[in-house]
């Protein structure tokens, strides 16, 4: 009895969700205090709530919600596959993600307030452990005299295939190299506090104010700060997001045993140890340390692996 299919199909289950075909698609661009701003694909930002059972939604998350009764506020209903997630530690010994379906984080750094190599490792080896590709800025290169030491980190890190580029956000220097990179790519400027990052998100994008003043009127959060992070669209295609600035990133769900793999340039030697748990220290036959001592792994870069390894052995540490 062809046409009855529908009429003796059994009920959907309630489970308390709205049928599917109510959701409407969202774009998490900033992770405020009061929920998410959620911006839909006609460019409207919402103020969205979330459910605890989703776990952390944040900025670059691609969502499905659904409108509150009154039309005003949404609730997101379903976080979409992730195609990466930046993660560090947060309250409480649990982890937090910082980012989602980023493919490109940019270490933000100047010569004043001065680099803080540690956090730079840091952002490196966790991008390296998360299949997230890392560039470096250097900026302020108008303040840049007599860096010879900086110059030399900065090459090391060249050297194991990190780009650096060198920019002013002030002097409109190496700006339109780096928009040209920025393109096609869901990219974090991340870093210290004061290197620069809004300077340069606002160097890059002209009406980035106007954006700003749109988020805080829709979503009635009032003025936006750099205390979380948010998603720009580039005009000429791809996101930016501006995050905050930290003074520790921390090495979230990185193990003892891993880190040396997020070294990239100790991957090539990590097979030739003499031992299989080689902690590339002084132990023997550690084909890691040998290359170090050859100079074709730079022996800051081993200081700081020796550091963070150590860290990571005391079970109390505390990255925030
Ligand atoms: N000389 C010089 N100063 C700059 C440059 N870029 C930014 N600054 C200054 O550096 C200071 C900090 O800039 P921000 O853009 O707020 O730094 P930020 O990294 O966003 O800082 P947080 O939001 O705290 O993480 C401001 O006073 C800027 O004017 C630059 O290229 N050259
Ligand atoms: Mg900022
Ligand atoms: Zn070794």
Redesign the pocket.
């Known amino acids: 009895m062809k046409g009855t299919g529908r009429r003796n199909s059994p009920q959907r289950p309630n489970l308390g969700l709205p049928p599917p075909d109510n959701l409407l698609d969202g774009l998490v661009i900033s992770h405020l205090g009061q929920g998410l701003a959620v911006e839909t694909p006609d460019g409207t930002i919402m103020l969205c709530q979330t459910r605890r059972r989703l776990g952390d939604v944040a900025v670059g998350d691609r969502i499905r919600w659904s409108p509150s009764d009154d039309g005003m506020q949404g609730r997101v209903e379903e976080v979409l596959a992730r195609s990466s997630v930046l993660v560090r530690p947060g309250y409480a010994g649990k982890n937090r993600v910082v980012a989602a379906n980023l493919d490109r984080v940019f270490i ?1 750094i ?1 010569p004043s307030p001065q680099p803080d190599w540690l956090l730079v490792d840091q952002y490196l080896a966790v991008c390296e452990f998360r299949h997230i590709a890392a560039e470096i800025i250097y ?5 840049a005299e007599n860096e010879a030491q900086a110059q030399t980190e900065l090459n090391d890190f060249v050297r194991i295939g990190y780009p650096v580029h060198p ?5 409109d220097i190496g700006i339109i190299e780096l928009k040209q990179g920025l393109h096609g790519h869901c990219s974090m400027f991340s ?10 998100t606002n160097a890059l994008l002209p009406d980035k104010n106007l954006r700003t003043n749109e988020i805080s009127e829709r979503s009635g959060l009032g003025r936006h700060t ?1 205390t979380a992070a948010t998603l720009y669209h580039l005009p000429e295609g791809g996101d930016l997001i ?1 995050s ?2 930290v003074a520790v990133f921390g090495l979230a769900e990185i193990k003892g045993q891993d880190l040396a793999w997020c070294y990239r340039e100790f991957q090539a030697h990590i097979g030739h140890c003499r031992f299989n748990d080689c902690r590339h220290i002084n132990d023997k036959g550690c084909a890691v340390r040998e290359a170090v001592e050859k100079g074709e792994i730079a022996l800051a870069r081993h200081q700081r692996y020796v550091k963070l390894l150590d860290k990571l052995a005391q079970p109390d540490t505390v990255w925030e």
């Open positions: 933000v100047a900026n302020k290169i108008d303040l920019v002013s956000a002030r002097k870093g210290q506090s004061g290197v620069g990052k809004s300077s340069l750099t501006d905050p600035g």
